[in-house]
């Protein structure tokens, strides 16, 4: 009788087991699909990343193209008229044609194989193969061919070429240095201070521990946007006599620990005070110190929690721009690399294409720190979530 129960409770169930992990499924994919997107944009020719979406990368597109004729110097007199012959393809390649016209103001008027009427008595004729044949019962002049727009089915194409602009752009090199100058200290300097702060709020007795921890979860909700500029204008007041201006890169170490701080505290001290509490106890009855508590037994039981805030803060400074650029600037020295990220763009948005690739140049180290220590980011943050 027990076991028939069981039997139907496993299947009154199922609906709704099958419900979640579809409702699991739907929200991978769509939280996947723009970063695939992204990632088959990058391989992109640029003109068809223009015209059509990364969805139909593997289909053709139609493409309103501008092609030239051959130099007039290859005219050739027949029947008493000049022709010119040769393709309008890009290095003399067939292409599939489906209009094409002699002027920017009617560029598709004509189809494959019709004559167009030009001025001076001149005629073009091209084929759905992008085969030209333009007459003049004049020479020829000048020293470029004439232009001929048309709209062709293009294939799909795939390249390095984005990749390559963004790897070969002046100064990648120095602002990915940039980057890990500012990124490895900002993110080893807070675990540090957030780790004793953390033991201290958790372990050690003080008058008005409450109050401190009531503060640090207040400090939570402090938009780092407001406190940029007085952060700054203190940095300026200060930086004179201290040597700790806004533009160094002590300065920018010092604003990253102060934002990340708050954050850290909190998940290191909900975790370190979930200890076992007889282990603690122990050592102190043995003669062990704080310190050497700390070091000794804390450090190493928390080191699931101090991996999963590493990725936190490595990838929220790595990826940052804001800060960066308040206080360490934009010259050429010191842009980090979303800036000259930003910086290949051009003040006017030109380029945009490259974005594409950018994007995956930018997240390859954040993915590698991520992948090194994602085993441990779960554990640390549920067992530092919960009280």
Known sequence: M??????????????????????VLIIVVLWTLPTAGLL??????KDQLAVSGWWTALSASEQNLIGRTDDPDTQVLENGVYVLKGSIGENGEDVDVRMFGWTSKAPTEHFPGDIALMRKGQTLTVSA???????????????RGKRVFFTAVIPPKFSLDNYREVLTAEGIGQSFINSLTVTIPATVIPILIAAFAAY?????????????????VGLLVVPLQMSLIPLLRLYNDIGAFFGVGAKTYLGIWLAHTGFGLPLAIYLLRNYISNLPKEIIESARVDGATDFEIFVRIVLPLSFPALASFSIFQFLWVWNDLLVATVFLGNGENELVLTGRLRELLGSRGGNWEILTASAFVSIAVPLAVFFSLQRYLVRGLLAGSVK
């Open 40 to 45: 088959i944009s990058s391989f992109r020719d």
């Open 2 to 23: 027990s076991e028939a129960k069981l039997s139907l409770s496993k299947l009154r169930r199922s609906p709704l087991t099958i419900l979640v992990h579809l409702s």
């Open 129 to 143: 193969t992008g085969q030209y044949i333009m007459t003049s019962p004049e020479p020829f002049t000048g020293s």
């Open 200 to 216: 201290a709020l958790s372990w050690m007795r003080m008058p008005g521990r409450p109050l401190l921890i009531a503060l640090v």
